[in-house]
């Protein structure tokens, strides 16, 4: 199992001036480009954009005749031709897509982010409202008519509700619609796996990680809900409950069986149970082997059951990477083909990864192929015992773009973890930039013994300094163990210092005069001669959890933490005196503001994205005041001016500006893919002094251009 994130390709977008969607067709003699276009808002003003997002990484795949409908982890609706699997058009949209589900006969349906849902043209991508729900839509799907309910779509959304005595948190919980007889059936949780059966029954499983699993039942013909208990534990002394639930198949028969497992720091189960009937039945089970010594038989899962697909003469079996074939007894297992797939690491409920493999398309005919949909390789052919990936080259791979800088080797995004190296654009699409120094271990180290099985670095702190050049601070996942701090150049790694200590290479940090400091709950490092030595214990009980630097005419030097959400002041202090680095506490009036962005302005005043809004602050004179322009109505999270001075802002509903001395706020919610979508960072493009670099999480980046008003 391969445990990192992909990339894929680009194609070539026919712009629609001043359209709410891009809708493009990919000839095959067309050169790999990206998705770019142009929209005029209410302003007025005319924005270019180009949009840069992984066509690899799918979330949803229907197929209707010869077309693959997929659905990105954007939020994009792609179309591949059959039995090329070639990608011939791409919609991407203001609004985000959700799900797709299938509607009446041949009707393929798409659910938006603002609770609509959509007919789409398989030819054009083109989408007809058909209705709208208070909520965005998870899940759909066609009910045949059965007893006194008639034929009708049914929709799984996620609302939420207010958590009692949270102060104003609001908590999910997945809410069934039957639009055939306008009911609706409120779950108490979120479920992630659903099944309309032919007895008018909608199954809902939880996969919650570590934490287990739910499982439960809404009769739309009845009108009950009824929460599955799971069957007694096999061993008799741990209370019942339910392994995550991956998913469910409906057998020809009529039976319907749940599977799933749990995965988490190396613990694996799976299992499959028959549900339909008065209590589940468990028809096969599988934990570790109780002897530590002990190895699964590879002749059977030894991860949960991911999909299951009834076959003519027994089920084909995928458990993550691995596809067994057995009869519907559920013995005779033979497994006759490994999968080369490669996974998002991390989840929230558990140390491990989602299953790879989102869809499977079982042949239409007699010698076709079986085809995959993924989160990280596109489609993958299987045919008997080989896969063949279909992925697209070229893509921008990164699982939650959240940061972007612009060094002298070229712009680099970043995701949110250490662990994870950046992006950069080439000219043949996107790739990982390698930037980390060659892995080597202290060979004089206290550590060396336990490192030496190690192959590459845990983590790599890549810092750019106010010239574009790039320092790194490397480290292993031991504590103490090798630390290595080298700088770029000419694109190459220089060596500065090795050493075994317990620094945390995510807690260093570069300041606009080139010294590296690093800043823990062990107290404030600067690396000098080659070594990192501890200069000053931090004051005060808090400690930063990352510091980045927002002045160049220090010191004293001002940082902001992200994670924590405060403002930092470094006072390196002259030769002999300990540097002191403390928290800059934001009041207004008795209360205490917690500061998401910060940005420096012309002057010495900050501007600063509070919980409480907009404001400036002199950090000379600790005065605080308020913006003399029209502020966003929702929060910040991101701030930056480009090369003409204005002001970008960035948060949950996506983009604005202001003009260099300004007080009119100009929103973006006009350009696909970005208005009304989170953006979780903005940079200065470097190329145009017009435009800016937009960070989009999992959806990707956006260059986007605002040109002068006409």
């Given amino acids: 199992m391969n445990i990192i994130t992909r990339l894929t390709v680009c194609l070539v977008l026919s712009a629609v001036f001043e359209s709410m969607a891009l809708p493009a067709i990919l000839r095959a003699d067309e050169p790999p480009m990206p998705p770019q276009g142009e929209v005029r808002l209410a302003s007025g003003r005319v924005v270019e954009y180009t949009i840069h997002y992984d066509r690899n990484s799918l979330r949803a795949s229907v197929r209707l005749g010869n077309d693959l409908i997929a659905l990105t982890n954007s939020g994009t609706l792609l179309r591949f031709e059959l039995p090329t699997v070639r990608l011939v058009r791409e919609r991407i949209d203001v609004e985000e897509v959700t799900c797709l589900g299938h509607g009446e006969g041949e009707e393929i349906l798409a659910g938006l982010g603002d609770g609509r849902i959509c007919r789409v043209d398989v030819a054009t991508l083109e989408l007809k409202d058909v209705t709208k729900l208070p909520a965005a839509p998870r899940w759909m799907g066609w009910g045949q008519a059965n007893g006194n309910r008639p034929a009708g779509l049914v929709v799984v959304t996620e609302p939420t509700k207010p958590v009692k ?118 028809l096969y089970a599988f934990e570790p082997p109780r002897n530590p010594e002990g190895e699964p038989d590879p002749g059977r899962p030894s991860l949960p059951i991911t999909h299951i697909i009834e076959e003519d003469n027994g089920l084909l079996v995928f458990s993550y990477d691995d596809v067994f074939g057995v009869k519907q007894t559920l013995n005779s297992w033979r497994r006759f083909a490994t999968l080369e797939l490669q996974y998002h690491w991390g989840r929230p409920d558990a140390v491990g990864s989602y299953p790879s493999v989102i869809t499977v398309h079982p042949p239409s005919q007699v010698g076709e192929p079986y085809l995959l949909a993924t989160v990280a390789d596109g489609y993958v052919r299987l045919e008997l015992t080989k896969s063949t990936s279909l992925s697209l080259p070229g893509q921008l791979g990164a699982t939650d773009v959240c940061a972007v800088e612009h060094p002298a080797e070229g712009t680099l995004v970043f995701e949110g973890d250490d662990r994870l190296p950046p992006w950069t654009l080439g000219p043949k699409g996107w790739e990982i930039a390698s930037l980390a120094p060659p892995f080597e271990i202290d060979p004089a180290g206290a550590a060396a013994e336990i490192e030496k099985g190690t192959e590459s670095w845990y983590e790599t702190r890549i810092l750019v300094g106010p010239d574009g050049a790039i320092s790194t601070v490397s480290g292993t996942g031991v504590s103490d163990g090798t630390r290595t701090t080298a700088r770029r150049v000419g694109g190459k790694s220089l060596q500065l210092g090795r050493e075994t200590s317990s620094l945390v290479p995510s807690a260093s940090f570069l300041t ?11 107290g404030l490092k600067r690396f000098e001669q080659g070594s990192w030595k501890t200069v000053a214990p931090l004051l005060g009980d808090e400690s930063p959890s990352g510091l980045n630097p927002l002045n160049t005419n220090g010191p004293p030097w001002l940082l902001l933490d992200s994670f924590g959400k405060s403002l930092w002041q470094l006072k390196p202090g002259v030769p002999g005196d300990k540097p002191q680095l403390t928290r800059i506490m934001i009041r207004e009036g008795e209360k205490r503001l917690s500061t998401r962005a910060a940005i420096a302005g012309p002057s010495a005043a900050l501007l600063l994205a509070t919980d409480a809004g907009l404001r400036t602050y002199d950090p000379m004179t600790q005065r605080l005041s308020k913006v003399d322009f029209v502020e966003p109505p929702q929060s910040v999270n991101t701030l930056i001016r480009d090369g003409l001075g204005r002001l970008w802002l960035g948060g949950k509903y996506g983009v604005a500006m202001v003009e260099a001395g300004g007080k009119t706020l100009e929103t973006f919610d006009r350009v696909p893919g970005i208005g009304g979508r989170e953006v979780y960072a903005l940079a200065p493009d470097p190329h145009h002094e017009d435009g800016v670099i937009v960070a989009l999480g999992s959806r990707g980046a956006a260059f986007i251009r605002a040109l002068p008003k006409p």
Avoid at 179 to 184: C, E, I, S, V, Y
Avoid at 187 to 210: M, S
Avoid at 512 to 522: E, I, K, P, R, Y
């Fill in 165 to 282: 005595g949270g102060g104003g948190r609001e908590l999910p919980y997945s809410m069934v619609h039957d639009l055939a007889t306008k009911q609706t059936f409120a779950l108490e949780e979120v479920f992630t796996t659903f099944l309309l059966d032919r007895a008018g029954r909608v199954w809902l499983g939880a996969d919650r990680g570590e934490w287990g699993g739910r499982l439960a039942r809404v009769d739309l013909v009845n009108g009950t809900i009824k929460a599955i208990k799971p069957p007694p534990a096999r061993d008799p002394d741990s209370e019942a409950s339910w392994d995550g639930v991956y998913g469910f198949i409906e057998l020809c028969d009529g039976q319907v069986w749940s599977f799933g497992g749990s995965s988490h720091m190396g613990y694996n189960s799976g299992y499959i149970t028959r549900v339909d009937g008065a209590k589940p039945q468990p």
């Fill in 512 to 522: 606009a005069d080139g010294t590296l400091w690093n800043a823990g709950s062990d």
